[in-house]
């Protein structure tokens, strides 16, 4: 945590590899305005991964983002994040849930200046009932009406148990702005006054109260996890136990699904920034560690169940279509076993009605080229293994929800519990 790493210098900063264990692919979630594709840009601005003109935020470029599910990657610390950003409005429940399957993880977005919807607290059930890692962002910290300590508990309480911060905020000189916060597990200041990454020191005489009861509350909780029985008797003993055995079990605790870490961001000023990029890539889980969705055969007939392996046979689902003005029609794909190349044949398949009206349709299409979903950048990429996200084109029968398979295997993706939800 907080190692406050930069993007390798020189190494080609942009966001790809070949290996799922590099991959974290996490969903933004949250109330229409909480400021999640705010938080995106800040995020992206962060890691250097698009060089977008200063004051790009606000236009009508990211309004349009918000209005529809997106993906962008990012490169933090050798790690590719996909970010699924969803609309907030309930128009879009289907993009919603179809960013929720494409992901391994979620990170719920709540304002710090208030307010929460029900859909919200859904949808942290929902995540719940399939043991997805979650992790809350307190934003907008620069609010007027900002109260990080009121966002938390309303957390606490709407959310449950297993809610709680890493950090608290701390005040600048004009007692009013947040401008560092206290990270509990390190007992360290980290000083958002210069910008990013923020400058990390010891914290005052004074600041040590509060640090002390917080972190007790969040070590206890975390080490109530771990799988290391004897260390929470022998924290309450009195032994203090070193902050990377805590961090591992912190991590362990999110992967998981058990313990929901709260981290106060402003996309604003760059406060917690950086520490909430060090949890995303160091406590949500890689693919390898999550369950894959059941396949079949286009038959129905039964399959093993599937490996995120990038040797494996191919599946991918179609998370959305849209067009794009360069490209043409294009397909948000999500692989979850196997390696997608262009310039292939594949078999494209769903459960939706096909041309007849007949229950189930499949097709063979060819698919032409893989991009990185980068915004404007489109950037042509030669794969896409298991575990990661991408842009296809060529494949213009595909609807949301399909499957993508090998023509010589044909596959099946099960429709999952929560798709049936209302
Ligand atoms: N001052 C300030 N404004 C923010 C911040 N985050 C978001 N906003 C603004 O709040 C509004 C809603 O944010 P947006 O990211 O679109 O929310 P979303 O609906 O959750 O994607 C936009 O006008 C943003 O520019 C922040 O940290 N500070
Ligand atoms: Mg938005």
């Not at 969705?293 to 599946?315: E, M, Y």
């Not at 097709?363 to 489109?378: M, N, Q």
Request: hydrophobic share 40%.
């Amino acid at each position: 945590m907080a190692q406050h790493s930069q993007n390798e210098g020189g190494a080609d900063p942009a966001p790809v590899t070949g290996e799922p264990s590099e991959i974290r692919n996490v969903v933004l979630v949250g109330h229409s305005g909480a400021g999640k594709t705010a938080l995106v840009e800040a995020l992206l601005a962060a890691t250097g991964t698009v060089d977008r003109p200063a004051g790009a935020g606000g236009t009508e470029a990211v309004r349009q983002r918000s209005a529809e599910l997106t993906c962008t990657p990012l490169r933090y610390d050798g790690i590719k994040v996909n970010l699924l950003d969803t609309p907030g409005s309930a128009e879009f429940a289907d993009e919603l849930r179809a960013g929720l399957r494409a992901a391994d993880a979620a990170l719920f977005v709540v304002s710090a200046a208030g307010g929460m919807d029900a859909a919200t607290v859904d949808l942290w059930e929902e995540c719940a009932a399939l043991d997805m890692p979650r992790v809350v962002a307190v934003s907008r910290l620069d609010h007027p009406k900002a109260d990080f300590d009121e966002a938390v508990a309303l957390s606490q309480r709407l959310f449950g148990d297993n809610v709680l911060p890493l950090h608290l905020t701390m005040l600048g000189d004009d007692g009013v702005s947040v401008a560092g916060l206290l990270e509990l597990i390190t007992r360290r200041v980290l000083d958002y006054t210069g910008g990013l990454p923020a400058a990390v020191r010891e914290p005052e005489p004074e600041h040590l109260p509060a640090i002390g009861e917080a972190r007790d509350e969040l070590i206890e909780t975390i080490l109530a996890e771990s799988e290391d029985e004897t260390l929470l008797d022998r924290y309450i003993d009195g032994e203090e136990i070193a902050a990377d055995v805590l961090i591992d079990d912190l991590e362990t605790a999110v992967t998981g699904g058990h313990f929901y870490p709260v981290v106060p961001v402003c996309a604003e000023t760059g406060v917690g920034v950086d520490a909430l990029l060090e949890v995303l890539t160091g406590s949500f889980p890689s693919p390898l560690e999550r369950d894959l969705p059941v396949i079949t055969g286009v038959d129905g007939s039964p399959r093993p169940p599937l490996l995120c392996d990038p040797d494996g046979p191919l599946v991918a689902e179609v998370v959305k279509t849209t067009v794009d003005p360069q490209l043409g029609k294009i397909s948000l794909v999500r692989v979850f076993s196997g390696t997608l190349r262009p310039d292939q044949t594949v078999y494209v398949s769903g459960p939706g009605p096909d041309e007849d009206g007949q229950p189930g349709h499949g097709t063979e299409a060819h698919l032409d080229r893989l991009h990185l979903p980068l915004g404007e950048t489109r950037r042509a990429v030669p794969a896409c293994v298991a575990g990661d996200i991408c842009v296809v084109t060529g494949v213009d029968s595909a609807r949301a929800g399909d499957t993508i398979s090998a023509p010589g295997d044909p596959l099946l993706i099960e429709a999952r519990e929560a798709d049936n939800q209302p």
